[in-house]
């Protein structure tokens, strides 16, 4: 079975003040990882997809990297309008193929 | 607009009425999908469907029905709504299997 476990629960940081999300993921065959942003109230919002261990992405203030056990969100110099609940997903390539996997989500809080 | 549309927003409804919320986009995407989001639980996949006609079980499909007969539209059935289906649901769609997924605005759904 699929399982995506996203670390930490909550994340309280200053402004300015940069850190990384962390999304641990096991699947019979990676197909894609994908990072998420959600507002409280609406559905989420497309960041990144990462395929291969090795692979980066940038965004911004945000970096995404992925090995083959996990995948990291790091946010550069966050600002509060970066707050958010950042979730992690990932779609299996072999068995499963088709279905989505989230973790339960970072909640970021950035303060002025 | 390129955008995934879910009625109704709102519904409150009572045990054992049928229902049925309608997901319409308008990108010519092969996927969609159906998720519902419980505190503490994260998104979970109810079903997705990778193309016209076919259609498959995600994690959570008991009690939920759908149907593809048009590439754009995955309505959501529920037969007989039971309280344990107050959820916040969510329709997306992506491209084919293996793209992000654009997802739509929500469907707060409360059964007394």
């Known amino acids: 079975e699929d399982q995506v476990t996203q670390s930490p629960e909550a994340l309280r940081l200053q402004e300015g003040e940069s850190s990384s999300l962390n999304c641990s993921y096991t699947?019979?065959?990676?197909?894609?990882l994908f990072w998420y942003r959600q507002d409280p109230g609406k559905g989420p919002e497309f960041l990144f997809t990462l395929y291969s261990a090795g692979e980066e992405k940038e965004k911004e203030r945000l970096k995404a990297t992925l090995t083959k056990k996990e995948s990291f969100l790091h946010i550069t110099a966050p600002k509060p309008e970066d707050s958010a609940t950042y979730l992690c997903a990932v779609q299996a390539a072999l068995s499963n193929a088709g279905k989505s996997t989230f973790g339960d989500g970072t909640t970021l809080t950035v303060k002025p | 607009e390129a955008q995934v549309t879910q009625n109704p927003r709102y519904l409150i409804t009572v045990t054992g009425k049928k229902l049925t919320v309608t997901c319409s986009q308008n990108?010519?995407?092969?996927?969609m999908s159906w998720y519902r989001q419980d505190p503490g639980l994260g998104l979970r996949q109810i079903y997705y469907s990778m193309n016209v006609e076919v259609t498959d079980k995600g994690d959570v499909p008991e009690g939920y029905k759908v149907s593809r007969k048009e590439k754009r539209n995955f309505p959501l059935i529920l037969e007989s709504p039971s309280p344990n289906q107050t959820s916040l649901y969510f329709c997306a769609s992506s491209f084919v299997l293996g793209h992000e997924q654009y997802f739509g605005p929500g469907t707060r759904l409360t059964v007394t």
């Open positions: 990108m010519n995407h092969e996927y």
């Open positions: 699947v019979s065959g990676l197909r894609g």
